[in-house]
């Protein structure tokens, strides 16, 4: 079994893969203000809609920034790279983070199956425990794979994290704040979309078309040995980039299981047009030979879209264009 730990002494403050021990890990789990099945969220790592409101509102600059080909996108689409290439992603239904019988996902002794609470309820969407089948009932393993790159670096320490409780918690687990937690991350992401209009639900924090509010990323820290396990951490929609294998980059519409990849030197991210950096799957998996990119950590998070190349005109049949 593989494991991890995220080490301040480390190479680059980072997901480290645990071969030899490494000295100097961050804070014990005891600290970690979070959600738990036992506790009611206190300070509050997660974001309400009233906070999400205030920071879309406040997330002005590198938004409005963006290269025109963002502003070209309809409110239903998002970018993703593969094949070297900048895609549109056109969303045809909202997300589903499959929950099976006999999962347990918010820990309160009870399994699904006789826990409608668990359905209305955090957790739903969990980076770190994935599930068996997708939304069609088909098999996870045999659905096809959305690579989410998420910028586990931090650019600016001086930028404030979605929250300031978010921003101390990260410190003290990490070491740092990485840029996906960041209000104004300092590299270009593809959720949220970038370029104008920001509205109160469009362009800040935890707002991405038809993807969740927020994940619970306890399941994750957990196989770090990060917090206790059956600790739900909700946490808004983290910034993030999205990549796809070369042979899906023009695909009609169907569910594709959410993959997370957590980039840890900035040299590798992918800038906005897609022209250096990770824009093919070949080059993930180089860049995690060489220690720059997280293993892959699955999720019970499926997204629904329909992919092209930026620029092409949809190819026939394909819904919702």
């Known amino acids: ?42 300070s ?44 549109t992603f056109t969303y045809q239904q909202q997300f589903d983070c499959v929950d099976e019988p006999f999962r347990d996902r918010n820990y309160d002794g009870v399994v699904a199956a006789e826990d409608p609470a668990e359905f209305y ?98 399941p994750v820290l957990s196989a770090l040995h990060l917090i206790p396990p059956k600790t739900i951490l909700n946490v808004p929609l983290v910034n993030h980039s999205h990549l796809l294998d070369n042979s899906q980059i023009v695909q009609t519409a169907e569910w594709w299981q959410v993959i997370v990849a957590l980039v840890k030197d900035p040299s590798v991210w992918p800038d906005r047009s897609g022209k250096t950096g990770i824009t093919s799957v070949a080059k993930l998996r180089a860049a995690q030979k060489k220690g720059l990119v997280s293993p892959d950590v699955p999720s019970n998070f499926f997204l629904f879209f329909s992919s092209q190349v930026a620029g092409q005109h949809a190819m026939p049949g394909m819904p919702g264009m």
């Open 1 to 42: 079994m593989i494991r991890f730990t995220f080490s301040q002494r480390c190479a680059a403050a980072s997901l480290i893969v645990l071969v030899a021990g490494c000295a100097g890990t961050v804070n014990s789990p005891a600290s970690i203000t979070a959600y738990s099945h036992e506790l009611q969220p206190k």
């Open 121 to 218: 309820s955090p957790p739903a969407c969990q980076i770190g425990a994935p599930s068996t089948l997708s939304p069609s009932g088909n098999l996870a393993s045999a659905t096809d794979k959305l690579f989410v790159l998420v910028p586990f670096f931090e650019t600016n320490p001086d930028e404030p994290a979605f929250t300031p409780e978010l921003g101390i918690q990260m410190r003290k687990l990490f070491g740092f704040v990485p840029d996906a937690f960041k209000i104004e991350p300092g590299v270009a992401v593809q959720c949220p979309e970038p370029g104008p209009p920001i509205t109160p639900f469009k362009g800040g924090p935890g707002t991405c078309t038809m993807h969740p509010l927020q994940q619970d990323i306890g």
């Open 44 to 87: 509050g790592l997660g974001v309400n809609t009233d906070s999400l409101r205030s920071l879309a509102q406040a997330t002005t600059t590198n938004r409005i920034a963006a290269g025109s080909s963002s502003a070209q996108l309809k409110i239903d689409q998002t970018q993703g790279f593969g094949a070297d290439q900048l895609l």
